[in-house]
């Protein structure tokens, strides 16, 4: 069936760090991929998309790019800050219901200043 | 702007109690849906509502029934609760199929 697989938590980094976040999918067919974001104590956000291949989501200094043929989907930040603690989610979707969503387990990002 | 609001934020039960989570959404979205999340696992999706007056099973819909009581309110019903149902549980809506998922802050269930 169709899946999502991220990296293993946490990832504990300095403040000003590169950031990578590796997320793998699974489909029959050519799903939506999305990145969410939970903070402590709140719902999930969403964060950045991208719906086809090739295609570059970005938002917040984040990106990741909708790579087909390695089926992936990483995100990525160039320097990030304390305020980016968080838990971080990969997700796909079909079109004609994006809100049914397959979510990969999360990974828990904590930066220290 | 309230957004998703869900109730209680948390509860505590009794195996075989029942209660209700209510959900309701102030942005007129046509889309609902009810997820858990369980560490490790991610997020699953129990049930959804594509439109008012319709409902739909998600991937983990065993024990557990839903009511779209109309287009604000979504809410999930627990029977007679069991300790695997221990998770936290989020709702979310959309307005439509390409518009992103806005959710609730969660409840946070423990079944003893």
């Known amino acids: 069936g169709d899946s999502v697989t991220q990296m293993e938590g946490p990832v504990t980094l300095s403040e000003e760090a590169f950031l990578t976040i590796n997320c793998t999918y699974t489909?029959?067919?050519?799903?939506?991929l999305f990145w969410y974001v939970q903070y402590p104590g709140e719902g999930l956000q969403l964060l950045l998309k991208?719906?086809?291949?090739?295609d570059k989501g970005s938002n917040k200094g984040f990106e990741a790019t909708y790579r087909k043929e390695t089926t992936s989907f990483h995100l990525e930040k160039g320097s990030v800050q304390v305020s980016d603690s968080a838990v971080y989610f990969c997700?796909?979707?079909?079109?004609?219901?994006?809100?049914?969503?397959?979510f990969g387990q999360g990974t828990t990002l904590q930066v220290k200043p | 702007n309230a957004g998703v609001t869900q109730t209680p934020k948390f509860q505590v039960l009794k195996t075989g109690q029942s209660m209700t989570l209510q959900c309701a959404q102030d942005?007129?979205?046509?889309?609902m849906y009810w997820y858990r999340q369980d560490p490790g696992m991610g997020l699953r999706l129990i049930y959804y509502?594509?439109?008012?007056?319709?409902?739909d099973k998600g991937e983990v819909p065993n024990g557990y029934n839903v009511s779209r009581l109309n287009k604000r309110e979504f809410s999930l019903r627990l029977e007679s609760a069991a300790p695997s149902q221990t998770s936290v549980y989020f709702c979310?809506?959309?307005?439509?199929?390409?518009?992103?998922?806005?959710f609730g802050n969660g409840t946070r269930l423990t079944v003893t």
């Open positions: 509502s594509a439109s008012e007056g319709t409902t």
């Open positions: 979310a809506s959309t307005f439509r199929e390409e518009s992103p998922l806005h």
């Open positions: 942005m007129n979205h046509n889309s």
């Open positions: 991208a719906t086809k291949a090739d």
């Open positions: 997700a796909l979707s079909f079109s004609g219901n994006t809100g049914k969503l397959i």
């Open positions: 489909a029959t067919g050519y799903p939506s």
